[in-house]
T-cell receptor, first 114, second 113 residues
Framework: DSGVTQTPKHLITATGQRVTLRCSPR?????VYWYQQSLDQGLQFLIQ???????AKGNILERFSAQQFPDLHSELNLSSLELGDSALYFC?????????????FGPGTRLTVL | AQKITQTQPGMFVQEKEAVTLDCTYD???????LFWYKQPSSGEMIFLIY??????QNATEGRYSLNFQKARKSANLVISASQLGDSAMYFC??????????FGAGTTVTVRA
């Protein structure tokens, strides 16, 4: 158990819908990261937050947005869902968000868009 | 931009034997971190080992060791005394100055009894 929690574990929804994935970092970690893992694209970095502020952005679609709240939990919002958004979404956390920090991953949320 | 290459899509190893998973990387960042993660069939990503680009010694964590050759830009993972529970997908990853963790395509390891 990494100490990072993600809810829900599984999510099944329809195209065009909007969903919210939730992540709580390890105790004491200030930085949160979101990743998408799909069969065709592999593991892709989406976005990083550090202490409530966006720090780095990866291949995140405009239909996706994220935020980190004052209690340091984070949410990833996915809207206008398409079939291709079906994937495993991971949240990870690290103490300071520095480049050499080890990131610890949550169990993931498996999103299925029908 | 960073690039991570894992050329072995799948490997078989006999229980109790050692296995080496290859990883090469490409970056122009002066400092960077190299990581290995394990993803069993259950799906979670488990951190295994870390190597900093300025570390003089190769990292070790229990049965895992990282063979870091900076000049060749390689960071191979060695798993000693393989166990059935080591069967999983293994990912090499790198993080540089842009804060983004870039992953390789992964190597599937199957341990045979």
């Amino acid at each position: 158990d990494s100490g990072v929690t993600q809810t829900p574990k599984h999510l099944i929804t329809a195209t065009g819908q909007r969903v919210t994935l939730r992540c709580s970092p390890r105790s004491g970690d200030l930085s949160v990261y979101w990743y998408q893992q799909s069969l065709d694209q592999g593991l892709q970095f989406l976005i990083q937050y550090y202490n409530g502020e966006e720090r780095a952005k990866g291949n995140i679609l405009e239909r996706f947005s994220a935020q980190q709240f004052p209690d340091l939990h984070s949410e990833l919002n996915l809207s206008s869902l398409e079939l291709g958004d079906s994937a495993l979404y991971f949240c990870a956390s690290s103490p300071s968000g520095g480049a050499l920090d080890t990131q610890y991953f949550g169990p993931g949320t498996r999103l299925t868009v029908l | 931009a960073q690039k991570i290459t894992q050329t072995q899509p799948g490997m078989f190893v006999q229980e109790k034997e050692a296995v080496t998973l290859d990883c090469t990387y490409d970056t122009s960042d002066p400092s960077y971190g190299l990581f290995w993660y394990k993803q069993p069939s259950s799906g979670e990503m488990i951190f295994l080992i870390y190597q900093g680009s300025y570390d003089q010694q190769n990292a070790t964590e229990g049965r895992y060791s990282l063979n870091f050759q900076k000049a060749r830009k390689s960071a191979n993972l060695v798993i000693s005394a393989s166990q059935l529970g080591d069967s999983a997908m293994y990912f090499c990853a790198m993080r540089g100055d842009d804060y983004k963790l870039s992953f390789g395509a992964g190597t599937t390891v199957t341990v045979r009894a």
